[in-house]
């Protein structure tokens, strides 16, 4: 019999009057005076629900009686919440700071279960007769200690490195009671208690919690940090797996089961995308009500400057190139602050997208330089190799085709392995999702055979072939100048495709053509097309080489350069604008 | 015609999206193809596991194409998660391609010996009740290869009495096939029996249980083939065995029997037709069409000009001798079959091809039985060809005349 009190029960004992209440093994409250048991039992039936702290001593009191089939009660909300403490866990490892994990992330997600109505609200969203009352919160004073009694603490280690200041705020709650009825109803179709219920929710104005969208929180929290990984870094490292995503449930305590309908909703069979991901996060910034980001300064990674040299450094191009990208981006503003920064709630184009953008600068400055043509780019590098045969002392010439040749290599090679990494990926999980009980030992058979199969033809592959993991990284090509087998341009130099005049320096190429020239004015999401086989060939491999590198598809990319130019040439546009306006008015 | 190019650049949607461009031939919508395949899976986006599964897929087949052994390992390794598919009709086609690709894989793999391969079938036996009979044949089949009789003979009498699974006209075809091959596996005990029995003297003490033993299996065997043998089909290595069989214990009638009643599939029936072709009785008239019917039923001479020639002479022959009843009865057993074996479209393209003689006589054939509407003939019909076009234009004549769909026919 325990000695703790039960602090919530304030009734006078009917033998001794005392207010001094334990409990029973079996939940009863028991007078610690008289020890006279009532019938009265606790309404606080899940013990989990309460932090580690106490779970010691409630346990003992209150032995809920744990069904290992059902194993324990659980939200989806919660589950979020595990796979976003795993993302920011592995974050952390890759190097970024703990305030994004226990500040930055943490404060988004509550603030979004505030907004969602799930949590830290009046009245939560839980219908089917479940409505627990919850402390009102307030966000600028939340800590750990205050997480509402939804969020099961054991599922998912403490936001906080700290977290045991929290037993002062225990025995203010209110306990609240779970219809169990509607229990058993809903554990037939899902693991979790809501997950039927989750997957049907239609609420207008609400952004609903998809696993993609944990990354759009991820991303959020690195863009307010201003760390140094872009979104395609980090889709990149998903896709290597070095930050879960896909089978992020296997972590899951073994406790909170899944299967139903909780398959559709946490086992997810594709990668992300870049577009779907970007889109996310606008969405959710918008609908946290963010305040604008901190400013994306000239020093910061993030800024087009600093990524048009990282990226210029990892596709081999010479680091003279950089000067023509820093004048770029004066040119069309793409430098200034006010342009970088994400603001949610300002109604301008919100252009978080740093990479694409820095990317497409490069692409601009090699089409001023080279002009792609498929013509005038080979009349350079023969130039160029002229001269580097008859001054082999000097700094060489950039050679556009020596640059094509081994890039192409390099590409290739590249790319091939990255389709039969993808080929071989494994994406079903030791811990096979299933619909329901009847077909839980169907899933597990299957895996067993799997399992099998898989281990008889490990043995006819040779082990040394498989090769190890590969640690996460932000290059993923690399040159070095002592490399003697592949040559690193970087340190050539672009004296063979400009010329001087007076002071500065003008390119030798004195033509340019626009990647588009008309841009979209219907409803639609974008702004151009691409169809390939309009473009020159050098100019395809560029986008191929870019896109792949990010992993986007082309067709954004293009996009992406046909903004730069049109904020370039911004006068040649509105001429031709002017042309068809004046058109169209001579047809009416 | 700015403005009707804007219009031209079809819905666009998240997905990929290429514009259309009116190109000198014509319009061209590549997205629109992209739309019609996303019908097919509900309008939904096509998952990534889909996109790896079949890439994985792909290599299986190209390092299987190279001989790359090790290399085929590794990608089915990766492969073996389609069992788990999400999409179940992907998932029920799992373990045939999945037993197909790695039979193939551990028959060559220098590593792979006859237990790897008995571990792998029986696994892949098992999963679903589908692949169980057709997985147990090419087992058998491949203990066979490896001398392995005993096991071979376990593995049929096993299948043999499988009972589970649907009853389709396949599953037939393949208890068939094993009982068959059963059958054979048990003439070949015998045989060798009988050959150790040949070494015995009659007196020694252990000939009668050896002779016992024979008797037995050839009991067992005969039980076996002579169901099988009433079932269409060329079972000319069974027979063979059979009758010899039937012959050594002097039952020379049950031999005639067998005999008689199976036409065998062989090029020297040809022969035998032109020797019944030129008697005098009416019987052997009949005959000699069952002959021919006979010989064009084996695989092996579908492409024999001789035989077609034979039968698209005879057959006009026939029919104007009168003797449609004749035509109607072999016709019967075959008019489920024939068309496809022979006469399908891919044929006769294929023939046309190879050699327009043969598709000639096939042709007249086709039209006799199966009317001018056919296919195959249809198709010739059509070709053009200076040599044989009017040879071509006289097989449209006869077949209007006496094909046996032909409702004009006084009958």
């Known amino acids: ?182 229990q058993s109803e809903t554990s037939v179709c899902s693991g979790s208690l809501d997950g039927v219920e989750y997957s049907q929710r239609k609420e207008k104005g609400i952004v609903k919690m998809t696993v993609p969208q944990t990354l759009a929180f991820c991303y959020l929290s690195l863009l307010w940090q201003r760390e140094a990984i872009t979104l395609s870094d980090l889709l990149r490292f998903v896709e290597e797996d070095h930050i879960p995503y896909i089978n992020a449930f296997q972590h899951f305590p073994e406790q909170m089961k899944l299967y139903g309908r909780d398959r559709g909703i946490f086992g997810i069979e594709s990668w992300p995308d870049y577009e779907d991901i970007y889109k996310k996060t606008i969405e959710v910034g918008t609908f946290l009500d963010l305040p604008r980001f901190p400013d994306i300064t000239e020093d910061c990674y993030l800024h087009p400057n600093i990524l048009c040299m990282k990226y210029l450094m990892e596709v081999n191009l010479p680091d003279e190139m950089h000067n023509l990208t820093c004048h770029v981006v004066k040119m069309t503003g793409m430098g200034e602050v006010d342009f970088l920064t994400f603001d949610p709630i300002a109604k301008m184009a919100k252009t978080v997208k740093y990479d694409v953008q820095a990317v497409a600068i490069i692409v601009v400055v090699l089409k001023l330089l080279f002009l792609l043509d498929d013509n005038l780019e080979w009349s350079l590098s023969n130039l160029a190799e002229k001269h580097n045969e008859k001054n082999k002392k000097d700094k060489p010439w950039f050679d556009f085709r020596k640059w094509y040749q081994i890039m192409k290599k390099a590409f290739d090679e590249k790319k091939q392995k990255w389709e039969e990494a993808r080929a071989k990926y494994l994406w079903k999980s030791e811990k096979p999702l299933y619909y329901s009980f009847v077909d839980k030992p169907v899933a597990y058979k299957k895996r067993e055979m799997v399992v099998n199969l898989q281990k008889q033809f490990s043995t006819l592959v040779d082990s040394t072939a498989t090769a190890g993991k590969k640690s996460p990284s932000s290059f993923q090509f690399n040159w070095t100048e002592e490399d003697t087998d592949r040559t690193c341009f970087h340190g050539h130099s672009l004296q063979g495709v400009l010329k001087e005049k007076g002071q500065s320096l003008l390119t030798k190429n004195s033509l340019y053509w626009l990647s588009t020239q008309k841009f979209c004015r219907c409803y639609c999401t974008h702004v151009t097309t691409y169809e390939e086989s309009n473009y020159s060939l050098s100019y395809q491999f560029i986008l191929n080489l870019f896109s792949f590198l990010l992993r986007i598809k082309t067709s954004l990319l293009h996009e992406e350069v046909s903004l730069v130019e049109k904020k370039l040439f911004e006068k040649k546009y509105s001429v031709t604008k002017k042309k068809s306006r004046s058109k169209k008015a001579r047809r009416h | 015609m700015s403005d009707f190019s804007e219009e031209l650049k079809g819905p666009v949607t998240d997905d990929e999206v290429e514009t259309s461009v009116l190109t000198g031939a014509g319009m061209h919508f590549p997205w629109l193809q992209t739309y019609v395949e996303t019908v097919a899976i509900g309008g939904k986006r096509k998952k990534d596991f889909a996109q790896t599964t079949s890439a994985c897929l792909s290599f299986v087949q190209e390092a299987l194409l190279k001989h790359q052994w090790q290399q085929a390992a590794e990608y089915m390794y990766s492969y073996f998660q389609t069992l788990e598919d999400s999409d179940s009709y992907k998932r029920q086609a799992a373990p045939e391609i999945i037993w197909k690709l790695g039979s193939e894989i551990l028959f060559y793999h220098p590593k792979s010996n006859v237990e790897t391969f008995s571990t792998f079938a029986d696994r892949m036996k098992n999963i679903g009740v589908m692949n169980y009979l057709k997985i147990s044949l090419q087992h058998a089949l491949y203990l066979l290869h490896h001398g392995m009789l005993k096991d071979a003979k376990r593995n049929l009498s096993e299948a043999e009495t499988w009972r589970h699974g649907e009853n389709t006209s396949s599953r037939g075809i393949l208890i068939n096939l094993i009982q068959a091959y059963k059958g054979l596996l048990q003439y070949y005990t015998w045989s060798k029996k009988k050959m150790e029995l040949s070494k015995l003297d009659k007196d020694d003490y252990a000939y009668n249980a050896v002779a016992q033993d024979v008797f037995n299996h050839s009991w067992k065997t005969s039980a076996n083939i002579s169901a099988l043998i009433k079932i269409p089909g060329v079972w000319d290595p069974f027979v063979k065995s059979y009758v010899e069989m039937l012959e050594f214990y002097g039952d020379r009638d049950g031999a005639q029997e067998i005999l008689y009643q199976i036409v065998p599939s062989h090029k020297l029936m040809l022969e035998f037709h032109t020797l019944l072709r030129k008697s005098e009785k009416e019987e052997h008239h009949k005959l000699g069409l069952e002959v021919l019917f006979g010989v064009l039923d084996f695989a092996g001479c579908t492409k024999n000009i001789t035989a077609w020639k034979y039968l698209a002479k005879y057959l006009k022959k026939t029919l104007m001798g009168n003797h449609l009843a004749w035509v109607q009865d072999e016709w019967n057993s075959r008019k489920n079959w024939w068309p496809n074996f022979h006469f399908s479209y891919f044929w006769a393209k294929s023939d046309w091809k190879e050699d327009t003689a043969l598709a000639c006589e096939k042709a007249f054939v086709a039209g006799l039985l199966l009317g001018k509407g056919c296919r195959y003939f249809r198709y010739i019909l059509k070709q053009d060809h200076q040599i044989l076009g009017k040879k071509i234009k006289r097989m449209k004549r006869s077949v209007k005349k006496y094909s046996i769909v032909n409702p004009r026919l006084s009958y």
């Open chain 1, 1 to 182: 019999m325990d000695l703790e009190e039960a602090e919530e029960f304030k009734e006078r004992c009917s033998q001794c009057a005392a207010v001094s209440w334990g409990l029973t093994d079996e939940g009863k409250y028991y007078c610690t005076s008289c020890h006279n048991v009532t019938e009265r039992s606790q309404e606080v039936i899940n013990t989990d629900l309460i932090p580690n702290t106490q779970i010691k001593a409630l346990n003992r009191g209150l032995k809920k009686k744990n069904n290992s089939e059902k194993g324990w009660d659980w939200y989806v909300c919660e589950g979020f919440q595990n796979i976003l403490c795993q993302q920011a866990e592995a974050l952390k490892n890759l190097g970024i700071g703990p305030e994004l994990k226990n500040d930055v992330l943490h404060n988004f997600w509550k603030r979004y279960l505030q907004k969602s109505k799930q949590a830290y609200c009046k009245n939560p969203v839980y219908t089917t007769g479940r409505k627990p009352t919850v402390l009102e919160d307030n966000l600028s004073h939340s800590d750990w200690a205050s997480e509402p009694e939804l969020l099961s603490d054991v599922s998912c280690p403490p936001f906080l490195e700290s977290g045991a200041e929290s037993q002062s705020d225990i025995h203010t709650r209110k306990p609240f009671p779970i219809s169990k009825a509607s």
